[in-house]
């Protein structure tokens, strides 16, 4: 097991690796003068600076070394959690991640409680109905949850519920209630996948004989999709909410801009219009360690919902 | 009963989970007085509210209420009014100006207000302006050399050359004088809102992109002239709120969320018809300063290098269309370079009649013909002149695309970065760009159009053909050594006739800055500047 | 499919035997896709997928109107028999703006899903078929590509490249590589194991052969399905991007951007941002609806 | 009356339009064991379900009444037949590998029908579930009620499912193809356990079989199902000695264990070579380190066989016996760690697959699962002809002439040339892959268990296929197999292995008559329908 462990988390801080260094370079090797780049976003012009000026700007966003050098640099830090200066707002990257993460990582924990809720509710539902059209439909239903565009949905839930109806805030980052709405958009497009896979798991746990088995035993339809139904088939979503994070953390820059909350999507949008480099580089970075580690998790506890699934060696 | 048992047990733990990310302390027992205010999205670009750099409008309403001047403007005169400093003199070679303070003023950490604290603040304003040659208030204090204190209450301001819009300078929130402590700090804990002024309310708090809040001053009594109430606040309180989402703050105003929603842009026609029949008001005031003008690039081989070409496109912009189609029937129609609100203004309306066939006319003459597209071409070459926009297009610059469409024009609009905007400005990588910015005095046009103090030299430069370009400098040296009236009238008005003919200014729209006010504010008043007093503002039953 | 079996056996039946010969592809695709065309629900999935191709191809065929002339007289018409979905702020009429911004939003799909389906078909085959350490090293390149969160990918990619429509379908495409090239593995490992593949090889089969013949067309019904899911999801994601104002230069729109134009006059005008979303939404549905019935009748 | 089954003109019908039980009476009298006997599509298994109540959603009974200890299941509430379920009735499924919810502890699955059964939750419930293993045969119960059904083998699963079964005490239980998954010998030891345990406790049994050898063995009366409807029924004996009915003749004439036995080939000229030979081959696998140390996995040890021209050589074993990897090796698709391996006078044991492959026109494969075995877009042309294309032997006409000779060498008409698999039975499509086979015109064929997917009676029509083309082409085969009654109609020699290891090999008449080994006679015995066979011979 510990064996198991430790080569799971040396790939996972291999992925890590390799998402960071894949975004370093997008950033600093596609074409564009960085310095200029860097210099107009902190308010200065390139045209405007003396040649002195200019070298002494380079070794400040330390441009000055070779490319590898910066690379190994910049590394270092974000090891140690220093992921520099953002260049337009004049402050420690990681204090603006401290400062914005936990918008985000409510907004985001309370969207994946709630498309877990409303996707196996649905899913759930689905499979126990038998009524064939309201089956149907239902089944149809995460189709259109994952067809409608975040920021349309959020616009909508906007007017009927913030402006209709009255019953959320539409914006804001203060209390619990201005939290509903975002993480109900948030929500829906998650919820549609997990809905449909798991959907799409009863039905082919349904066919599965040891449901035949449980139904032969006395049990009820009820008993046997909650005892023996929904375990087996809710296993696939387990490695689909690892991979959900990725998709709520794209939502959630839509889902920031509309609803107005200063988290870090929100902070990412504005630093790519910014073209604020480290800022982007370091949010990128925290999105995929987030990602990284939920499907550590995931990986880790998989063999707790799955006995079948061991991380020790087989001996036969 | 049993279903929502299990539904709170189910919430509990995520509404445990998310208090501790975000707590809301109950506002309700002070909503009675607290006016809420909605801007849109906050500065990105410069995160300050430090006075001193400050070109953001919505920061200077804030400011203007916290920090106070040694002078106030009358926003129907424009004269220059006495506040912190209760008259001055200024010395007949326009260099020295002595400054009488009040004797009763406090800072409201309480700091005694004196020629000591006037002194501390220019002096580290200067030492910003060297520091940072670029930040906005440098401009406002071009000429500045020194103060020294007479006494307590006595303080002269030293120029090393004159500057004629000193006075007015030391009027407006950029040269607000702050308490000594303020100035302790860093540069950049001012910019996250340690301020502490004079002013009537408290700034509380600065949380940048989300919003500010104001607490009322106790025993605030040294108001300018401008004020109607010249004692404590009405209001306990201002709670700001920055959103960028325009139908979200327009639908946080119809609710009654907002009592004040006081976007950027002017109102559109259908928004505008909508919150009156709601029985809210519409504040407008044109913001002293430029009307929104395109300036163009008349440098090499650029299409605007063409006197002939740059006319045809004056010609080619209905502005009363611009006016009634973006905005409303009522907008006023722009005629100057300048907003009408700002000193020496002077009409151009008979120069800027929209004349299609005129600017057809003219371009079949410098040898644009009309292609099968619909564009003009010369030598195989399409008219097509590049404008960059950052961060997105509006509505008008696509109108304006298509009046000049019809002429056979074509406008390419760019969407870039805010920093690509200002590389490709300082590389003279465009045809028409757009700069504005805003000051009850004409002066303000030096940090757009004048090479030597503009914030792209690069754009000031192209935006006159180099044979006119010393006929404008000198002008702007004539605007801003003159020291009385007349003298100034005649050199900014002339400056305002040559950018017109020379069609180095294409104005678009008067820059008028709208609110919607709920029915329950009451005294909404504008200062010179286009900031509001809330000060007088009262909260009562509509 | 029973029904389908039925008329297959008794057409094939009553031929008779002497005269047997080859049956043409086109023969037995439409002979799949007849019964599939009898469902409602296809046929009208069909019809809007249809509806927006063609939009993206030949515009003008599908509206008289100008896309791009303002006409201020006609501003912010409610829907009516002239302008079936109502005029924009400037008087544009908005079912034109919608079918000319078919041409940038389903071509940049069509480029984003080329790139993903290039880049991971590439990847997926190469890791399924080499198996071992260029399969390891594949992989591990996969799950960074995937730990990158899509949009955040697709801007710092625009970060780099710039604006644009081309820039975003590109961004949007290198996103949605890792999905095609997992898949496209599984599909690989799952169909080389199976005992046809083996019989293809023990009959005397070359590697190339079994990979173009029988891998290939056998792994491909899924990396089809996700294509047609992903076509769509491409639509949605280009849409964002074009929502957080990185798509295309004014005044042509993609439907992301209608949306996002739209949206200011979602209380005084709302047909302005609703009936483009609605459009988006219906093809994007269509194309789900689309992939699923294919995944079903796979099965 | 006092039937505890009495089902009176039952017609079940799917909403797609079949009928799968068509007018069917039959009565279960308490203690007594039925079986009813029928290939896929005769029905059986809508009957079982029926009599559980489980009909799918989409079957409905159009007729009839359905009679279980007392009550009319036709016209049951949900909840009276889940009355029923686990406490009258209790179901032995078909494949133990899939039946047991694999994210549940055995001793779970227990007690759930335990505590149904009792209606409560009891303290003793656990002692119930060990008592229970034990009564099924599985040693230390304690452990094993704690491990999950993946940590067990396919005959422990058979018996926790009995187990489960019984722990309703029912008055009924259905076995539905009860041991079809597991080894023969497996088979028996299980089948033999659970007929103690209903008889011991007086419970009925009906049993669901394919296999007309199980049937008789076992059944006090059986009854044979076709398309829906009762054909016939009667006592083994009577079924077995005078049939009435054609199908069940045919049935009988199918079923292998009835069979007459193969004639052993005359004789075998030493001056023919064999086409294929083994000589002392080995494998062993590398397993994962533990600790630290190696371990290996001993395959196939030390195995010699010789195949001659127009003779068939079978290979018998259960599974993990080594039988699919001397077959592979045999293709040259894995390289023996010992010995070697000749193809018509020619060591191939280390040539490369470039080297091999002249060789493969000679050695085709006929694989298990026929459906598989083609591929799912290939019409039957395309399949049929792909080695040739392959070896680029023919074009054009030529092609298609071939393609028509081949098929219709397998009987199947030319217009078949056009289908799918997925248009084509599993008999057909075994045929489709053994003209696929035949096209290179191959000395030898290697058959892997190539018929023990299909339903009896096209087994016999396969295997009699195969005899056909042996005895008009002169073929050479290796027969891979699990199932000695089919071996014992069709090889002339007979190898048998066990855990890798060679027990017995030489000609079918000697094995069968006169098994030397221990294992290979267990083997025999464990074959269904012996029983009444070897007594009615």
Redesign the interface.
């Known amino acids: 097991m510990s064996r198991y462990l430790i080569g799971r988390v040396g790939q996972a801080l291999l992925v890590l690796w390799g998402a960071y260094s894949i975004t370093y370079f997008i950033l600093y090797l596609l074409p564009g003068d960085t310095l200029s780049i860097m210099l107009s976003a902190s308010g200065m012009e390139a045209d405007s600076l003396s040649v002195e000026d200019l070298a002494k700007a380079r070794a400040y966003y330390g441009l000055d070394k070779g490319l590898f050098e910066q690379y190994f640099d910049l590394l270092l830090g974000a090891l140690r959690g220093d992921f520099g200066q953002s260049l337009s707002l004049n402050r420690p990257v990681a204090d603006l991640l401290a400062e914005r993460l936990p918008q985000t990582l409510s907004l985001a924990g309370l969207a994946i409680v709630l498309s877990l809720l409303g996707g196996i509710g649905l899913a759930y539902l689905t499979a126990y109905l038998r009524w064939q059209p309201l089956k149907k439909t239902l089944a149809r239903l995460p189709s259109l949850g994952f067809s409608v565009p975040v920021f349309w949905m959020g616009l909508l839930l906007i007017q009927v519920f913030a402006f209709g109806l009255g019953w959320f805030p539409a914006t804001g980052s203060k209390g619990v209630e201005s939290l509903v709405l975002p993480a109900i958009t948030l929500a829906i497009p998650s919820a549609a996948v997990y809905a449909q896979v798991l959907q799409r798991s009863f039905q082919g746990v349904w066919r599965e004989s040891y449901i035949a088995t449980a139904y032969a035993k006395g049990l009820s339809r009820g008993q046997v999709q909650a005892r023996h139904g929904f375990k087996n088939a809710a296993l696939p979503i387990l490695t689909l909410i690892g991979l959900q994070v990725g998709n709520t953390v794209s939502g959630a820059v839509l889902v920031e801009t509309i609803f107005a909350r200063s988290g870090i999507g929100r902070l990412a949008q504005e630093a790519v219009l910014r073209q604020d480099i480290p800022v982007v580089l370091a949010i990128v970075s925290v999105s995929a360690a987030a990602f990284v580690l939920v499907n550590l998790l995931v990986d880790l506890l998989y063999p707790w919902f799955d006995p079948r699934i061991t991380h020790t060696p087989k001996v036969s | 009963m049993n279903t929502s048992n299990l539904m709170s047990r189910?919430l509990a733990p995520?509404?445990l989970?998310?208090?501790?990310?975000?707590?809301?302390p109950g506002t309700d027992t002070q909503a009675g007085k607290t006016l809420n205010i909605a801007f849109f999205?906050d500065n990105?670009?410069?995160?300050s509210i430090d006075p001193f750099q400050v070109y953001w409008l919505e920061h200077r309403v804030l400011l203007r209420n916290v920090a106070e001047s040694l002078t106030d403007q009358d926003p129907e005169t424009g004269k220059i009014i006495p506040w912190l400093a209760k008259r001055w003199e200024v010395s007949d070679d326009a260099l020295t100006y002595t400054f009488h303070l009040r004797e009763d003023v406090t800072f409201s950490n309480g700091e005694r207000f004196d020629a000591k604290a006037v002194k501390i603040a220019f002096d580290s304003d200067k030492a910003l302006a060297t520091e940072l040659p670029?930040t906005f208030g440098a401009t406002y204090l071009a000429g500045y050399d020194h103060a020294e204190v007479v006494d307590d209450f006595t303080v002269k301001l030293v120029l090393s050359k004159p500057n004629a819009g000193f006075l007015q300078a030391t009027s407006t929130t950029n040269l607000a004088i702050l308490a000594p402590a303020s100035y302790a700090l860093t540069v950049?804990e001012r910019?996250l809102g340690k301020i502490i002024g004079t002013g009537p309310f408290v700034l509380a708090s600065y949380?940048?992109?989300?919003g500010a809040h104001l607490t009322k001053r106790k025993g605030y009594a040294w108001a300018s002239a401008n004020m109607k109430n010249q004692g404590e606040a009405h209001l306990d309180a201002v709670d700001i709120?920055?959103?960028?989402?325009?139908?979200?703050r327009?639908?946080?105003f119809?609710?009654g969320?907002a009592d004040i929603l006081w976007p950027r842009n002017p109102f559109?026609?259908?928004?505008l018809k909508?919150f009156q029949s709601k029985g809210a008001t519409i504040q407008s005031r044109s913001l002293p300063g430029p009307a929104l003008n395109l300036f163009p690039n008349t440098r090499g081989e650029r299409l605007l290098a063409d006197k002939q070409v740059r006319l045809a496109v004056q010609k080619s912009i209905d502005r009363k269309?611009y006016a009634?189609?973006?905005y409303n029937a009522e907008f006023p129609v722009v005629d100057s370079v300048f907003d009408v609100t700002t000193p020496y203004v002077k009409s151009q309306a008979a120069k800027l009649g929209y004349d299609p066939a005129g600017a057809e006319r003219l371009l079949d003459q410098a040898g644009w013909a009309k292609g099968a597209d619909g564009y003009r071409q010369k030598n195989g070459k399409r008219l097509s002149l590049s404008y960059n926009i950052?961060?997105?297009?509006t509505?008008g610059?696509?109108?304006i695309?298509?009046?000049l469409?019809k002429v056979g024009i074509e406008l390419?609009?760019?969407?870039?970065?805010?920093?690509?905007w200002?590389?490709n400005n300082?590389?003279g990588n465009y045809d028409l760009t757009i700069n504005y910015m805003t000051r009850a005095d004409p002066i303000i046009l030096q940090t757009i159009l004048d090479p030597r103090s503009a914030n792209?030299?690069?754009v000031a430069t192209n935006t006159f053909e180099p044979a006119v370009l010393d006929k404008a400098k000198a002008l702007f040296d004539a605007g801003i050594t003159a020291t009385q009236s007349p003298q100034r009238a005649a050199a900014y008005g002339d400056l305002q006739d040559l950018l017109i003919d020379e069609s180095s200014a294409f104005p678009i729209y008067e820059r008028v800055w709208q609110a919607a006010t709920s029915p329950k504010v009451k005294n909404f008043r504008w200062t010179a500047e286009g900031f509001a007093l809330l000060g007088d503002i009262e909260i009562g039953t509509p | 499919m029973n029904m389908l079996e039925q008329n297959l056996g008794r057409k094939t039946m009553s031929a008779s035997p002497g005269l047997w010969r080859r049956r043409s592809r086109l023969q037995r695709v439409t002979a799949t896709l007849l019964p599939l065309l009898r469902r409602p629900g296809f046929s009208l999935a069909l019809l809007v997928v249809v509806f927006s191709l063609v939009a993206a191809i030949a515009p003008h065929l599908l509206s008289s109107f100008d896309p791009y002339a303002t006409s201020p007289v006609d501003k912010l018409r409610a829907p009516n028999l002239i302008h079936w979905f109502g005029t924009d702020e400037l008087g544009r009429d908005l079912y034109t703006r919608v079918v000319f911004g078919s041409s940038l939003s389903v071509l940049s799909a069509f480029l984003a899903v080329g790139i993903a389906l290039l880049g991971g078909l590439g990847l997926g085959i190469l890791s399924g078929f080499a198996g071992g350490r260029v399969d390891a090293v594949i992989m591990r390149f996969v799950d960074v590509l995937l730990a990158l969160p899509g949009l955040l990918l697709a801007l710092a990619i625009v970060t780099a490249i710039g604006f644009g429509t081309v820039p975003v379908a590109i961004a949007v495409g290198i996103g949605i590589v890792p999905g095609f090239a997992r898949t496209t593995r599984a599909e690989v490992l799952r169909v080389k194991t199976l005992p046809y593949v083996e019989a293809a090889r023990l009959g005397g089969a070359s590697w190339g052969r079994t990979l173009l013949r029988h891998i290939l067309p056998n792994a491909w019904g899924p990396v089809a399905v996700l294509a047609t899911l992903d076509f769509g999801a491409a639509i949605l994601a280009t849409a964002g991007l074009s929502f957080l104002g990185f798509g295309a230069a004014p005044p042509a729109a993609e439907w992301g951007t209608l949306i996002a134009n739209g949206r200011h006059f979602l209380i005084t005008a709302p047909w302005v941002s609703l009936l483009p979303g609605l459009f988006l939404v219906a093809v994007v549905f269509s194309l789900n609806h689309i992939a699923r019935t294919f995944e079903e009748t796979q099965r | 009356m006092n039937a505890l089954v009495d089902i009176r003109q039952l017609s079940v019908r799917y909403r797609h339009g079949n009928t799968a039980v068509n007018r069917l009476s039959l009565r279960v009298a308490q203690g007594e064991t039925v079986a009813i006997v029928g290939e896929s599509g005769s029905g059986k298994s809508t009957l079982a379900n029926a009599i559980l109540g489980l009909l799918p959603d989409s079957a409905q009974i159009t007729a009839g009444q359905l009679w279980v200890d007392g009550q009319d299941l036709t016209h049951a509430s949900e909840r009276q037949k889940r009355a029923l379920r686990g406490r009258t009735i209790g179901l032995v499924p078909q494949d133990p590998m899939v039946s047991l919810n694999p994210t549940l502890r055995v001793g779970q699955q227990i007690a759930e029908a335990l505590i149904l059964a009792k209606g409560k939750r009891y303290p003793a419930v656990d002692a119930d579930i060990v008592e229970l293993l034990q009564q099924v045969g599985i040693d230390n119960p304690v452990l094993r009620a704690r491990q999950y059904p993946h940590e067990l083998s396919g005959g422990m699963r058979q018996r926790v499912l009995i187990a489960i079964a019984l722990a309703g005490n029912p008055r009924l239980i259905i076995a539905d193809e009860p041991t079809s998954a597991l080894d023969v010998t497996v088979q028996r030891k299980i089948l033999d356990h659970l007929q103690r345990l209903v008889s011991e406790r007086g419970i009925s049994l009906l049993i669901i079989t394919h296999d007309l050898g199980v049937a008789s063995d076992r059944a006090d009366r059986i009854l044979v199902m076709q398309q829906g409807e009762l054909v016939e029924q009667g006592a083994p004996r009577q079924i077995l000695d005078a049939p009435q009915h054609d199908y069940t003749r045919a049935l009988i004439a199918a079923a292998p264990a009835f069979a007459k036995r193969r004639e052993p080939l005359i004789h075998i000229d030493p001056m023919i070579e064999p086409i294929l030979s083994l000589k002392n081959v080995g494998k062993t696998f590398a397993l994962p380190k533990v600790k630290g140390e190696d371990n290996t996995f001993v395959a196939l040890e030390n195995l010699s066989l010789e195949v001659y021209p127009g003779q068939t050589l079978a290979i018998v074993g259960e599974s993990g016996s080594g039988k699919s990897t001397a077959l592979r090796i045999a293709l040259g698709l894995e390289k023996p760690s010992q010995g070697q391996v000749w193809f018509e006078q020619q060591d191939v044991t280390h040539l490369s697959w470039r080297d091999f492959r002249p060789l493969r026109q000679r050695l085709q494969l006929v694989q298990q699962n026929p459906f598989a075995a083609l591929d799912p877009r290939f019409t039957v042309f395309d399949s049929i002809v792909e080695p040739l294309v392959s070896f680029g032997l023919l074009k054009g006409p030529a092609l298609e002439q071939a393609a028509r000779e081949l098929i219709s060498r397998v009987h199947l008409p030319a217009s078949y040339l056009d289908r799918l698999p997925r248009e084509l039975s599993g008999g057909q499509c075994q045929r489709v892959a053994i003209a696929r086979a035949l096209a290179l015109k191959p000395g030898l064929l290697l058959l892997d268990e190539p018929v023990s997917a299909l339903d009896v009676s096209v087994q016999a029509h396969i295997l009699d296929l195969l005899e056909e083309l042996q005895r008009e082409m002169g073929i050479a085969y290796v027969l891979v197999s699990h199932d000695l009654s089919v071996v014992a109609n069709f090889a002339h020699e007979v190898l048998v292995l066990r855990n890798g290891k060679v027990v017995e090999q030489g000609s079918v008449e000697r094995i069968f008559n006169h098994p030397a080994n221990e294992y290979t006679r267990e083997l025999i015995a464990a074959i269904p329908g012996r029983h009444v066979a070897t007594r009615a011979a």
Do not use: F, H, M, W
Request: negative net charge.
């Open positions: 189910l995520c509404a989970a998310l208090s501790l990310a975000a707590c809301s999205g990105t670009t410069l995160v670029a950049k910019s949380t940048p992109e989300v709120s920055y959103i960028p989402e325009e139908s979200v327009n639908g946080l119809l609710q969320k559109s026609e259908v928004d909508l269309s009634s189609t973006v950052s961060p997105a297009e509505a610059d696509v109108l695309q298509d009046q469409r390419k609009l760019s969407v870039v970065t805010r920093a690509e200002v590389a300082s590389a792209s030299s690069t």
